[in-house]
């Protein structure tokens, strides 16, 4: 039987000091959403005697997905950061209103 996870904020390294108005809250908030997805995903795929997906998918595209779910995760929660429009644009996250339509192909501003 799958086990749900949960995030132990405890963990978290309470006195950091995070950039871009970013909040402890927003990092439990994405890993809280990727912990659903695979608890959800891996839950049918088990019911119908298939391998849980993180046994399917190759490491780099383990890597990948994970990456992204994040990305949107936080851009969603967080008061300042959007993800960046541009395909394979670097970096993931942009200062929100920085760059038009929030895509630039490469920036040193956001993360």
Do not use: W
Request: with cysteine; net charge positive; glycine share 4%.
């Amino acid at each position: 039987m799958q086990v749900r996870e949960k995030v132990d904020k405890a963990r978290f390294n309470q006195p950091a000091v995070l950039p871009y108005s970013l909040r402890l809250d927003d990092f439990q908030i994405a890993m809280e959403d990727a912990y659903d997805f695979f608890f959800d995903v891996n839950t049918f795929f088990l019911e119908r005697g298939l391998p849980r997906l993180d046994d399917l998918l190759r490491p780099a595209n383990m890597s990948g997905l994970l990456s992204d779910m994040l990305t949107a995760s936080i851009a969603k929660h967080s008061r300042t950061l959007v993800q960046n429009c541009y395909h394979n644009g670097h970096p993931d996250l942009l200062l929100q209103g920085r760059y038009p339509n929030n895509s630039a192909k490469a920036s040193r501003r956001g993360r």
